[in-house]
């Protein structure tokens, strides 16, 4: 196979240039969003070796692209069937109409460069990290798994929790530090907190796990915001995928004040949805950044990108995960 990289600003310019370089057999390998220069990166390449390589790619009879207005109606049933609230519906499948000739994966991928940003977190934070959200979305055990991805590249994090008032806070996140050999900070105020990330060792990344807020209370939120301005740390919104999209949409909306630039979503390993990620993402204005897939605190989450998160709104192109209900709701 030949192997080539193409570079450019959008996901949807870098596709033309796999089309117009290698022809419609180019195979794409891996997409890469490079957060620093905000450029989009391709792998493609084109088996030398495949029967059809003497064919004259720019006329051939046999090629038959598929039809743009069923990879239109595909995307929109695939968008519907989870949750996505019907104004960034709408505007998702306005933005694939560039690429609807390359089948609905290719195009929502497109569409979701088009409409959000991709930030994965770095393999070394610099900046403390403070993971935020609502109760019961998984910020205590995304903050460990973390610490674990970390510990497991040979990285001593600190981690602090500020979630000292619920009964069990502590203890939850202490049960995993001490197996990771770390000494877990509790902090119950921000100069506390402050303290915390200015006592670490110079290069450790810190770690801040946060009582689940009501999004919606001014002293929550102020609390919080509170804590990030004295920390220095970065708000990371935590979101569950499987939850409501419509009040996610409103949680994330009501937390954007707090500087979000990156959601980081939780449970897609049990959630058949992902309306409240993209709605929350949408609402916050901030990067779509790594997915938990597992419960377990040794899976790291995965960083996410277009054609990866694409692939997960529609399995398979042209088979999205639709029910009867919303078969039958759909004209």
């Known amino acids: 196979m030949r192997i080539k990289v193409y570079v450019a600003p959008t996901l949807a310019l870098a596709f033309d240039q796999v089309r117009a370089d290698l022809g419609e057999d180019a195979i794409i390998l891996s997409t890469e969003p490079d957060p620093e220069t905000g450029t989009v990166r391709i792998a493609a390449g084109l088996d030398v070796e495949d029967s059809r390589q003497h064919v004259n790619v720019s006329d051939r009879e046999w090629y038959e692209p598929p039809d743009p207005g069923w990879v239109e109606q595909d995307i929109r049933r695939a968008l519907t069937f989870h949750g996505v609230p019907r104004p960034l519906v709408d505007r998702l499948t306005a933005a694939a109409a560039t690429l609807l000739d390359e089948g ?28 935020i959200g609502p109760p019961g979305v998984g910020k205590t055990l995304s903050v460990a798994k973390l610490a674990t991805r970390l510990r497991q590249a040979g990285i001593a994090a600190a981690v602090v929790t500020t979630d000292t008032r619920r009964a069990g806070g502590v203890e939850q996140l202490e049960a995993f530090t001490r197996i990771l050999g770390i000494d877990l900070l509790a902090a119950d105020t921000p100069a506390a907190a402050a303290a915390a990330v200015r006592h670490a060792p110079a290069g450790c990344p810190v770690l801040i796990d946060t009582a689940g807020v009501n999004p919606f209370d001014d002293d929550d939120l102020a609390e919080l915001g509170s804590l990030a301005t004295a920390s220095g740390a970065e708000p990371v919104l935590v979101v569950a995928a499987g939850t409501d999209p419509e009040e996610a949409m409103d949680a994330a909306g009501a937390m954007a004040q707090l500087g ?34 597992s419960n377990r605190v040794t899976e790291a989450p995965i960083a996410v990108n277009p054609v990866s998160l694409a692939r997960l709104i529609i399995p398979e192109a042209g088979q999205p995960a639709t029910s009867p209900a919303l078969e039958e709701a759909m004209p």
């Not at 195009?107 to 993971?131: H, K, N, Y």
């Open 104 to 131: 609905s994966v290719l195009a929502l991928a497109a569409a979701l460069d088009t409409v959000f940003g991709f930030l994965p977190l770095s393999p070394r934070p610099q900046r403390a990290l403070m993971l």
């Open 260 to 293: 979000i630039r990156r959601v980081m979503a939780t449970r897609l390993d049990a959630a058949r949805r992902l309306g409240s990620v993209l709605a929350s993402a949408f609402a916050a204005r901030a990067a779509l950044s790594e997915v938990s897939v």
